[in-house]
């Protein structure tokens, strides 16, 4: 029995700045941005939106009813938490009207807790073939204004939905994993941006890859050559590049130009969104299946999962045949209508967010356009909208 994704669909935010506008304005060169970091936009995240709302929006326009009777775990890995005791899940699970027998659960280890989520679905589905998981990457990356790792920022949701004889990818088995005590990004409780060491975290990067890659090749007698394209996750596209080029010498001169090419696809659209932390390596597999005209029922995919502090792990997976019937065709369409904001306005949504206090607050919302909205806050509880009911 075959388990895997069996749909997966991406939501972010209705707005997005230019990064040639952004590094003109923080008196950079734009090839720094757009050439040296490899992102041309970023998402603006409005007030009115989190990781509940953002995850909400990702799941709902893939789900049928028959996909909702069916889910019974329900998890959502993200660095973004909203509360230090009640899972994000259970919000989540709230608004898309989800029976009550589920598990709903929130999972953290910076970036890598949407594969965790990931394995543990597929596992539960193992045991469980007539069921079906719900598994949610969604964050917004914040490292401040005018900081090194301002550019690196960005958000969004890409939710999966997995399920036994999937229609996009069948996920093996078999992984590699590698766990360790590092302090490359961490972010304290009294924080809501990120503290980075980034030339420490490209490095840390770049041998996680290497070390869990050649570890699955070793565990599973496998030959680099049989994998037809490698997947990264993309905190911004050029440290993906950089980890690709690092295993180019593993394989022929041939084979390393169909992983470049694919690898271009897979960027593609976290070049228009940024960071999404926990969402990130599921949005560049998106990204190669929307993109990528040259893929075909049974290549074999590589998907690098990495989370600073730091854990990574590399797993293999086959691409089914009805794999367009699971996917958000419509996605680049949706990302071509965002609506261009300039940087003051990107800076007032930065500094918009619901506040870390306990009073009574209410966000503006009359321009956000999608379904799941961030009211604001009452008697210390967040106040969530579903605009359909």
Request: glycine content about 8%; overall charge negative; some cysteine.
């Amino acid at each position: 029995m075959q388990v895997g994704i069996d749909k997966i669909h991406f939501a972010t935010s209705h707005l997005y700045v230019d990064m040639t506008e952004l590094a003109r304005q923080r008196g950079q060169a734009p090839d720094k941005f757009l050439i040296g970091i490899g992102q041309s936009q970023m998402a603006v995240i409005p007030p009115s939106q989190d990781l509940v709302t953002l995850a909400a929006n990702a799941a709902y326009p893939m789900l049928t009813a028959e996909d909702a009777a069916a889910i019974d775990l329900v998890v959502v890995g993200t660095e973004s938490g909203i509360d230090h005791s009640k899972a994000s899940a259970i919000y989540v699970a709230r608004l898309l009207g989800l029976n009550r027998r589920c598990r709903t659960i929130e999972m953290k280890e910076a970036c890598y807790a949407g594969t965790a989520g990931v394995q543990l679905a597929s596992d539960h589905v193992r045991v469980h073939p007539d069921k079906k998981a719900l598994v949610i990457g969604a964050d917004v990356a914040r490292y401040g204004l005018n900081t090194p790792g301002e550019p690196t920022q960005g958000g969004g949701a890409v939710a999966m939905l997995i399920s036994a004889n999937p229609r996009v990818l069948a996920i093996d088995t078999e992984s590699t994993v590698l766990s360790q005590d590092v302090m490359d990004f961490w972010r304290p409780p009294y924080r809501t941006e990120a503290l980075v060491d980034g030339k420490y975290s490209s490095n840390i990067y770049i041998d996680y890859f290497q070390d869990v890659f050649k570890g699955y090749l070793e565990q599973t007698g496998t030959s680099a050559n049989a994998f037809d394209a490698l997947i990264f996750h993309l905190p911004y596209t050029k440290m993906g590049l950089k980890a690709l080029r690092s295993a180019l010498p593993m394989v022929s001169e041939t084979q390393q130009q169909r992983w470049i090419a694919h690898f271009e696809a897979s960027r593609k659209l976290n070049r228009l969104v940024g960071n999404l932390y926990t969402g990130s390596l599921y949005l560049s597999l998106l990204s190669l299946l929307i993109a990528d005209p040259n893929l075909k029922a049974g290549d074999r995919l590589g998907l690098f999962s990495y989370g600073s502090g730091a854990e990574g792990e590399f797993y293999g997976a086959t691409l089914q045949a009805d794999y367009q019937q699971g996917i958000d065709l419509g996605l680049p369409q949706r990302l071509a209508r965002r609506q261009r904001v300039d940087v003051s306005a990107y800076e007032d949504c930065f500094n918009g967010q619901l506040a870390w206090q306990p009073a009574n607050q209410t966000l503006p919302t009359h321009n956000d356009p999608h379904r799941f909205i961030l009211t604001g806050q009452k008697d210390q509880q967040r106040q969530y909208l579903d605009r359909c009911n």
